[in-house]
């Protein structure tokens, strides 16, 4: 019985309002995010140095294809979506140097409109603000506020500058990933990520018509996968399936080299990243390879990634969306 509700709320969630684009026929979706959307583009950024693939996918920040990967068979699509990329410019806030090497959602579509326009049979997806909570610690309530007004300030802009149908795509339970429970953050991510997507639609609703803006809530899917794992096919929704870094290392040596650095972890990845731009050959740490895992049954690839499995049931489910909402 728990399970039929589930399932019942997760359709409810998906239909929302059919009638909204009920004469639309999609052309093209473009797609702006972090490393959940990414194709390769930070890969290719950094020459190859990260992810490391094998034991990625072709770039991708999992086994296999993501879930744009897997909607590109089936629509047109332009995606900007870079791993590392964050909702806010912090560029604005801090020096660190991660945020001079990390993209942001406002230079995303810079990057966009620099070879193309929004058109009126767009369909635009946003899915970000991840990194700058569980990656870059922008957790306060007020730093939570910013990434949704960012996130408003970019829509309005995307409309004038023509789209006319924006998909924002709201967070998974952060506290449910390997990385939360390793780190003991569990409660703390997941009480941000509530107010996160509680606050999102309550501003989305209040600034946008749901005839140009609605959310697709990604949210009640990942929940479904924790709590009816085997209506999926999963068995393993906590555990991380490969235990590496992006560099193909295993955590345990990953960890001995941290340990032995004074520095902070995220501070001397980005000094890497910094350093790997501005590489003209194959990187020497191609020699650490390890292979493609497989991983049957787990919702996680990696300490924050879902594998490829996990991809193409949410995949199977924005599809059913986009067809109910933007009829083809």
Not at 18 to 23: C, R, Y
Not at 285 to 296: F, S
Not at 315 to 327: E, G, P, Q
Request: charged residues 20%.
């Amino acid at each position: 019985m728990q399970r039929f509700f589930l399932l019942l709320t997760l359709i409810t969630c998906l239909l929302g309002q059919v009638h909204a684009s009920e004469d639309l026929t999609i052309q093209r979706l473009v797609v702006f995010g972090d490393s959940l959307s990414d194709q390769g583009k930070l890969h290719d950024k950094v020459n190859g140095a990260m992810p490391i693939s094998p034991p990625y996918w072709k770039g991708r920040f999992s086994n296999g294809p993501v879930w744009t990967d897997i909607l590109a068979k089936t629509y047109p699509l332009v995606n900007e979506a870079e791993g590392g990329a964050s909702a806010v410019n912090y560029r604005r806030f801090s020096s660190d140097i991660k945020y001079k090497v990390a993209n942001h959602l406002e230079n995303e579509i810079d990057q966009f409109l620099e070879k193309s326009s929004f058109r009126p049979d767009d369909l635009v997806i946003i899915w970000i603000g991840g990194n700058d909570y569980l990656t870059y610690h922008w957790t306060r309530p007020e730093d939570i506020e910013r990434v949704i007004l960012e996130q408003v300030i970019q829509i309005r802009r995307i409309e004038r500058l023509g789209a006319k149908h924006i998909l924002a795509i709201n967070l998974p339970d952060m506290g449910m990933s390997p990385i939360a429970n390793k780190e003991g953050v569990a409660q703390r991510m997941s009480d941000v990520t509530e107010y996160h997507n509680t606050r999102m639609k309550m501003v989305f609703d209040q600034a946008f018509s749901p005839d140009t803006v609605q959310i697709f809530d990604a949210a009640s899917i990942f929940d479904h996968f924790m709590a009816s794992p085997e209506d999926y096919g999963f068995q393993h929704t906590r555990e991380a399936c490969y235990t590496g870094d992006y560099w193909g290392i295993p955590w345990s040596q990953s960890a001995e080299a941290l340990a032995s650095n004074p520095d902070d972890g995220e501070q001397a990845l980005m000094r890497s990243l910094t350093a790997t731009t501005q590489l003209t050959s194959t990187p020497s740490y191609r020699g650490l390879w390890t292979p493609t895992p497989n991983c049957d049954g787990y919702v996680y690839m990696d300490a924050i990634h879902p594998t490829h499995s996990a991809h193409q049931q949410s995949a199977k489910y924005l599809d059913t969306y986009i067809r109910l909402h933007y009829r083809q």
